[in-house]
């Protein structure tokens, strides 16, 4: 039988916690990546190092082929990113592949799991980019469920928009205006977007997009988002071109 102490010894961690909980609170979260390379290995063991030789080559012989190159870095960030706007324009590219013409894109941030370099850019920086099996999608949406996935978008701050959107939004998370290909969103229209279909679920907080009808979201691989960005990586060099993205108010906070 336990007495007064004993009991008081065993509660103490779950009033130290209670304690915690009381006086702390996360204020944000921010990500950045961190490349690991040799600078943290001063020391490299030679042994090991004469072991993974030949896997090494076997590595950089996949993820080593440049497929383009980038005029800048682009980086992920709220309320607007370089490279969130860019995935979210090739997936408005890529849709003639698939006899779709849709009047905008969507690219969640969550889904951008690496920046990307300034100059040549290999098959790696891409895997790096989009290393999940997130797969190039069309649904189509009524403008009022557009308006309320905007309004979502705009509580998480911010999320990659294709070109022709046009948000503004208040620090506290509310959908000022919103506007595509120069129009505002007509409530009684329907709209054709392409996305991702992890996003069609209506996950990272766009639950708006499990409204959506008519859809089409192919399973092969080669409808893997990250052959699509190489697919258009590939176009850009054949027409000579470095791939860019520019910040250009697509979602604006006031």
């Known amino acids: 039988m336990m007495n007064r102490k004993t009991v008081l010894l ?3 961690p779950l009033l130290m916690l209670a304690s915690c909980k009381s006086h702390y609170e996360v204020a944000s979260v921010q990500r950045s990546r961190i490349l690991v390379d040799a600078r943290y290995d001063a020391q490299p063991d030679a ?9 090494r080559h076997i590595v950089d012989s996949v993820m080593g082929p440049v497929v383009g190159r980038s ?13 969130p706007n860019l995935l979210a324009d090739i997936l408005v590219w890529a849709a003639k592949d698939y006899n779709e013409k849709p009047d905008f894109g969507v690219y969640n941030m969550g889904g951008v ?11 790696g920086d891409v895997l790096d980019v989009a290393p999940f099996e997130n797969k190039i999608s069309f649904i189509t949406m009524s403008g009022a469920d557009v308006l309320e996935l905007f309004g979502q978008m705009a509580l998480v701050g911010g999320e990659g928009v294709s070109h022709s959107v046009r948000l503004v939004i208040t620090k506290d998370g509310k959908l000022v ?11 009684q229209k329907d709209y054709r977007l392409t996305t ?9 907080k766009l639950e708006a997009f499990k409204k959506g009808r008519d859809v089409k979201a192919p399973k092969e691989v080669d409808n893997n988002t990250r052959f699509i960005i190489m697919n258009y990586f590939r176009e850009m060099s054949k ?12 979602v604006v906070v006031k």
């Open 177 to 187: 205006s919103a506007t595509i290909n120069g129009q505002p969103v007509d409530p």
């Open 10 to 12: 065993a509660l103490m």
């Open 196 to 204: 991702i279909d992890y996003l069609l679920g209506g996950t990272d």
């Open 47 to 55: 042994q090991a190092a004469e072991f993974l030789k030949p896997y």
């Open 239 to 250: 027409q000579g071109k470095e791939v860019d993205s520019e910040i250009e108010g697509r």
């Open 71 to 83: 005029a800048k870095y682009m980086t992920t960030q709220r309320p607007e990113g370089t490279l």
């Open 113 to 123: 799991r690496a920046d990307l370099p300034k100059g040549d850019v290999t098959y």
